[in-house]
């Protein structure tokens, strides 16, 4: 009987010996290869962490320890040891998220998928256990490249600050976020990768001089007292007790027992403690290690045995950008381009392979991005930064306060805009278009197609006055969808056949095949519509207004909260000039939205066309009744008159 299958919970790992132990390290690899090749997912991150894992079970007792994760698309084998082995529909409606979920059990404290968090949790948590008088243990994993964030140093400052309070920081060293992790703290772990610690220097010089009569205790505290210098010398840890944390490490990230050990000693110690292990992203799956560009750290599904994918995709939105910048920067020297950590995601490969000296990957820090884009684009030159649309909102100040106060010419790409679906509701695209509607200045365009996407990104670059932003969608992008004609500065997808037309059917960004399927159902209704593309959603086009004047009813349909969003701003542009015609808009609800395909959550939100027709066929009708009635009362008093 396989061992994972008698796992139900942790303390089932305490009865097994250290044998079994490997033996269920390798089932767990096993699992997780068939399973994620199944559904898509997170694997390279996973077969890494499955010992440190186990040990982390074995010396810890959640849910009363609080175990957190960063990020926490590498807990899927605490979900296997937590009593969660049903992996058949990972990350699809009804089955198990990508991330931890507090919905599916009490062993998950956060739903943590946006990097550099769990260390500012873990101060919180760890804060509250003092004042509370508990002796319940803290346990942050942060990994994958998360030390990069600025977030993570400003929680280690305050982590630090108090020397009695018991912390456990486990850094999950595998060299790599998506791909390889830059940057000063990247270089810094890779020296301690490669040297011995000066705890077993100390530690053996100790006994030496302890044995010595007279001249070795002193000698011993002499030593001891200039220890910053010597671990400089022997291994430059010291970064870390210099900020007041003790250190324990490198320890190999695949040896149980050494990890038991280290991690019982940080449990015992009555401070924060740093861990660091040393483990191998993609570990035990040959195709993963072979994998250079992110050791298959998010995957769809694969055939198990060779990692190639199941189907050929067709192009995405993200590789026609891509391909588009790579043509930008072959034609002006002055486009740079910046990624948080996310090279390949955001489909700026080919552009670091065509211009390594023009593309500046910043690790986990989204602000900083923005601001060191500021400077470049201060300094002559126009940079580009590409970015998940749900990581933008990280930094928001500085897109307000750095680039648009100072009206620097930077390009915003926000790729995964919209409904992304299975990555769940902390990486759906949804709010973007409504935070960036309160930032001056700053124009956004939403392409509804491969076509736009290349000609709105031209444009956008064209901007040396002000941010600009370009948005699109995740996976395959659909055929071109031409315009009929051009009112201002918006593409009319489709004439209403009639000089009276009844709806202005506003269209955003890749749902324009979707209303172009509205007004045909509208219609067969014997209501006529018009379907037009703003092209540029911010600022909202001087020929809106006198456009929807010209309409019984304004419908807008967008892919992004309903708040604040692009129909809440051309709702107040004809309020502004003075157009008092009936809007109605539709788009995502002021919810998170659970993990599900995107077209399945599209139907749960009501945002289909069917669904939509419905109700502007409904709205259209009490509005002739409305019209009936008018002139119905008219008639009814006009003999009156006479």
Same mark, same amino acid.
């Not at 993570?152 to 920081?169: G, M, Q, S, T, Y």
């Not at 703290?185 to 302890?210: P, Q, V």
């Not at 027709?613 to 008018?630: C, H, I, P, Y």
């Given at each position: 009987m396989p061992l994972l299958t008698r796992i139900r919970g942790p303390r089932d790992l305490d009865r097994l010996s250290l044998e079994q132990l490997d033996q269920l390290a390798e089932e767990i690899r096993t699992f997780l290869v068939d399973a994620v090749s199944k559904t898509g997912g997170h694997l390279g991150p996973n077969l890494g962490v499955v010992e440190l894992t186990i040990a982390l079970h074995r010396v810890f007792d959640s849910p009363k320890d609080k175990v957190l994760w960063d990020t926490g698309h590498q807990s899927y084998v605490h979900k296997l040891l937590t009593g969660r082995q049903d992996f058949a529909k990972l990350k699809q409606k009804g089955g198990l998220s990508g991330y931890p979920s507090q919905a599916e059990s009490e062993h998950d404290v956060i739903e943590n998928s946006h990097a550099s968090t769990v260390l500012g949790w873990a101060d919180g948590l760890a804060k509250a256990n003092q004042?509370?008088? #508990?002796?319940?243990?803290?346990?942050?994993? +942060?990994?994958?490249?998360?030390?990069?964030?600025?977030?993570?140093?400003?929680?280690?400052?305050?982590?630090?600050?108090?020397?009695? *309070?018991?912390?456990?920081?486990?850094?999950?060293?595998?060299?790599? @976020?998506? !791909?390889?992790?830059?940057?000063?703290?990247?270089?810094? /772990? !890779?020296?301690?990768?490669?040297?011995?610690?000066?705890?077993?220097?100390?530690?053996?010089?100790?006994?030496?001089?302890?044995?010595?009569?007279?001249?070795?205790?002193?000698?011993?505290?002499?030593?001891?007292?200039? =220890?910053?210098?010597?671990?400089?010398?022997?291994?430059?840890?010291?970064?870390?007790?210099?900020?007041?944390? =003790?250190?324990?490490?490198?320890?190999?990230?695949?040896?149980?027992?050494? /990890?038991?050990?280290?991690?019982?000693?940080? &449990?015992?110690?009555?401070?924060?403690?740093?861990?660091?292990?040393?483990?191998? =992203?993609?570990?035990?799956?040959?195709?993963?290690?072979? $994998?250079?560009?992110d050791r298959f750290h998010g995957i769809g599904p694969i055939h198990p045995d060779t990692g190639l994918p199941i189907k050929a995709s067709g192009a995405d939105w993200?590789? %026609?950008?891509?391909?588009?910048?790579?043509?930008?920067?072959?034609?002006? &020297?002055?486009?740079?381009?910046?990624?948080?950590?996310?090279?390949?995601?955001?489909?700026?490969?080919?552009?670091?392979?065509?211009?390594? &000296?023009?593309?500046?990957?910043?690790?986990?820090?989204?602000?900083?991005?923005?601001? @060191?884009?500021?400077g470049l684009a201060t300094g002559g030159l126009h940079p580009v930064f590409a970015v998940y649309a749900t990581f933008l909102n990280r930094a928001f100040d500085q897109v307000l306060m750095d680039v648009a106060l100072h009206k620097c010419g930077v390009t915003f790409v926000l790729d995964r805009a919209g409904i992304t679906g299975t990555d769940g509701p902390s990486h759906n695209g949804m709010w973007d278009m409504s935070i960036l509607q309160v930032v001056p200045g700053l124009r956004l365009a939403a392409p509804r197609d491969a076509d736009q996407v290349r000609a709105q990104l031209r444009e956008a670059v064209e901007v040396k006055d002000a941010p600009t932003v370009v948005r699109f969608s995740k996976g395959a992008v659909g055929p071109a969808v031409p315009a009929a004609g051009r009112v201002g500065g918006m593409d009319v997808l489709r004439e209403p056949g009639t000089d009276t037309p009844d709806v202005l059917l506003v269209s955003v960004g890749a749902l324009a095949p979707m209303?172009?399927?509205?007004? @045909?159902?509208? $219609?067969?209704?014997? +209501? @006529?519509?018009?379907?037009?593309?703003?092209?540029? %959603?911010?600022?909202?086009?001087?020929?809106?207004?006198?456009?929807?004047? #010209?309409?019984?009813?304004?419908?807008?349909?967008?892919?992004?909260?309903?708040?604040?969003?692009?129909?809440?701003?051309?709702?107040?542009? /004809? *309020?502004?000039?003075?157009?008092?015609?009936?809007?109605?808009?539709?788009?995502?609800?002021?919810?998170?939205?659970?993990?599900?395909?995107?077209?399945?959550?599209?139907?749960?939100?009501? /945002?289909?066309?069917?669904?939509?027709?419905?109700?502007?066929?409904?709205?259209?009708?009490?509005?002739?009744?409305?019209?009936?009635?008018?002139?119905?009362?008219?008639?009814? %008093?006009?003999?009156?008159?006479?």
């Open positions: 004042i509370l008088e #508990r002796d319940d243990h803290v346990v942050a994993v +942060i990994g994958d490249g998360a030390l990069t964030g600025g977030m993570a140093w400003e929680a280690l400052n305050n982590i630090a600050d108090a020397k009695d *309070r018991p912390l456990v920081i486990v850094v999950n060293d595998n060299e790599r @976020s998506y !791909a390889p992790t830059i940057g000063g703290l990247a270089n810094h /772990l !890779a020296t301690l990768r490669t040297t011995d610690g000066y705890e077993r220097f100390l530690a053996r010089g100790k006994d030496l001089l302890e044995r010595t009569p007279v001249v070795g205790k002193p000698l011993y505290e002499t030593l001891h007292g200039a =220890k910053k210098g010597l671990k400089d010398f022997i291994a430059p840890q010291g970064m870390f007790e210099d900020l007041g944390l =003790k250190y324990v490490g490198p320890i190999d990230g695949h040896d149980i027992e050494a /990890l038991e050990s280290a991690l019982a000693r940080a &449990k015992r110690f009555g401070g924060p403690v740093i861990v660091h292990c040393l483990t191998e =992203k993609g570990r035990g799956y040959q195709p993963a290690l072979q $994998d250079e560009a993200t590789s %026609v950008f891509g391909d588009e910048m790579v043509r930008l920067g072959r034609e002006r &020297k002055d486009i740079v381009a910046i990624t948080a950590a996310m090279l390949q995601p955001v489909g700026l490969k080919k552009f670091a392979d065509a211009f390594p &000296k023009r593309i500046y990957d910043v690790g986990i820090a989204e602000q900083h991005a923005a601001v @060191s884009a500021a209303c172009l399927e509205i007004a @045909s159902l509208l $219609d067969k209704q014997g +209501i @006529s519509t018009t379907v037009v593309d703003p092209r540029w %959603v911010k600022p909202v086009d001087e020929a809106m207004a006198p456009l929807a004047e #010209r309409h019984r009813v304004v419908v807008t349909v967008e892919d992004n909260s309903r708040v604040g969003g692009v129909g809440s701003s051309i709702a107040q542009a /004809l *309020r502004d000039a003075g157009v008092d015609v009936p809007l109605r808009d539709f788009g995502i609800p002021p919810r998170f939205l659970d993990h599900a395909s995107r077209a399945e959550v599209m139907t749960e939100i009501g /945002l289909t066309a069917p669904d939509i027709a419905r109700q502007v066929t409904g709205l259209v009708s009490k509005l002739d009744g409305r019209f009936d009635r008018e002139a119905a009362e008219v008639d009814s %008093v006009e003999p009156a008159r006479d």
